[in-house]
């Protein structure tokens, strides 16, 4: 007879002491901040483009389908957080997506540790780009608000990725993950407040034109062959945009039992992604419904909305303030892995274990580590150099989207699935994952193809 998944981690945890998280203090809604913080990025507010590009049908099914992809990889992944080995009878608890699958699919640890890596300096650059972009946003609003709608409001982006640059090299010294709960927290609230004044300046756009724009075709003012490399970019976007398989395991980590830790974040990801795509599906709709054909890239930095400039500017300080949460939530699973192997590789180095205390007054006391503080701020002043080499964030979206999306959402959670349930080869089961595999291969490949020509037309002006 099955056992229920309480039953099953409890038994496990029994047999495994050094398993037990009795004294973790994580809660269904402490995941749901950070699952938010992490996918419920600024881009959301580029949705209304992405909707702009394949249309009113076309758009929200894709949000639907995407939410749903998510969704089917999120319980795939929760299962593998321990996991049972039949060859030599061992329990090992995975606190990581990378070590989960060196665990589960050994042959293939060093490819997904590539993407691994690549995804998550990749998250980094784009919420430098993005965070810039909103700060340079509030000073064009206050400027447009001054001087006229037809005033010539243009500024540096690069100045504002400095800024944002220097808050996360502080950041990044919050010792680990474990320590961004009040962080995300904030985010996740942040979040919600910019994603609803995207809301409401887009109903408000509508009542005010007295008609909803658009059609179920999308934009209409490009040739054939432009239409389909905006679609690719379009759907990159959607996959960017749900992207948070990475960092479950570790948020999976700080659940408190009981009840399981697999059912509790089963949980949460449900209320997560489905809280996700209602916003993402009134974020982006609202937008195409105001603008149609003329939808910006982003709606509170693209400039579709000039008045009230007080809210523009609320909204875009709500943004940069959730991606500096959200740009710690990723990086922290970077560093905690890196500083990990260091430590292992030299057990006896004092660059990792030398801590100086620092008091500045009205702050509290914190720590300083020299591995800490080199290894971070380069990864910062990488991620930021990356960021002014390529500004453009649409496109960046769709590439980095649809590099990760299939192999780190689709294919190895899949196979991660059928080695753990031992799913029988061509039984019906594995046919319809494959089938599933293969559609989401397609998909990528097409998404690929569009963001690396809207690249190449950006930087080389073509």
Excluded at 381 to 401: C, D, K, R
Aim: aromatic share 14%; glycine share 8%.
């Amino acid at each position: 007879m099955a056992r229920g998944d309480y039953d099953e981690e409890e038994e496990q945890q029994q047999q495994h002491p050094s398993l037990s998280h009795h004294n973790l203090t994580g809660t269904v809604w402490t995941a749901v901040a950070h699952i938010i913080t992490a996918v419920i990025g600024s881009g959301v507010l580029s949705l209304a483009w992405s909707i702009a590009q394949v249309g009113w049908i076309a758009g929200p099914v894709s949000l639907l389908l995407f939410g749903f992809f998510t969704l089917v990889s999120a319980y795939f992944i929760c299962d593998i957080h321990l996991y049972f080995d039949p060859k030599n009878g061992t329990t090992t608890m995975n606190q990581s997506y990378l070590q989960a699958v060196h665990t589960v699919l050994g042959e293939f640890g060093c490819a997904c540790g590539c993407l691994f890596y690549f995804s998550i300096f990749k998250t980094g650059v784009v919420y430098t780009i993005t965070s810039a972009i909103s700060m340079r946003a509030i000073r064009r609003s206050n400027c447009y608000h001054k001087e006229g709608h037809d005033a010539a409001c243009e500024f540096e982006n690069k100045y504002y990725m400095l800024m944002f640059g220097i808050i996360q090299i502080i950041a990044s010294q919050i010792p680990n993950i474990f320590h961004t709960k009040w962080l995300s927290i904030i985010a996740a609230i942040m979040s919600f407040t910019y994603s609803f004044i995207g809301i409401g300046l887009g109903l408000a756009q509508v009542i005010g034109n007295g008609k909803i724009e658009g059609n179920i075709y999308g934009i209409s003012t490009t040739t054939p062959t432009q239409k389909v490399w905006l679609v690719g970019q379009a759907i990159g976007d959607i996959a960017f945009s749900f992207n948070f398989s990475l960092i479950l395991l570790e948020i999976q980590s700080t659940l408190k039992s009981p009840p399981s830790q697999k059912v509790t974040m089963k949980k949460a990801s449900t209320i997560a992604i489905f809280t996700t795509t209602i916003f993402y599906l009134c974020c982006g709709a609202s937008g195409y419904a105001a603008f149609g054909d003329l939808t910006p890239g982003n709606l509170l930095t693209g400039f579709g909305f000039y008045e009230p400039y007080w809210l523009v500017d609320f909204g875009n300080a709500c943004i940069v303030l959730h991606l500096v949460g959200g740009y710690q939530v990723y990086s922290q699973t970077l560093f905690a892995i890196v500083e990990r192997w260091y430590v292992e590789k030299f057990p006896e180095s004092t660059f990792a274990k030398d801590t100086q205390s620092m008091k500045v007054s009205p702050l509290p006391e914190f720590k300083l580590n020299p591995l800490r503080l080199c290894l971070r701020t380069t990864y910062v002043i990488l991620t930021m150099s990356v960021g002014m080499l390529f500004p453009y964030l649409n496109e960046v979206l769709a590439f980095a989207g649809s590099i990760i999306f299939w192999p780190l959402t689709i294919y190895f959670p899949v196979e991660m699935y059928f080695t753990q349930k031992k799913v029988v080869p061509w039984s019906g089961k594995w046919i319809i994952l494959r089938i599933y595999t293969i559609i989401c291969l397609l998909v990528t490949i097409f998404t690929l193809v569009g963001s690396i020509e809207g690249l190449i037309a950006k930087r080389f002006g073509k």
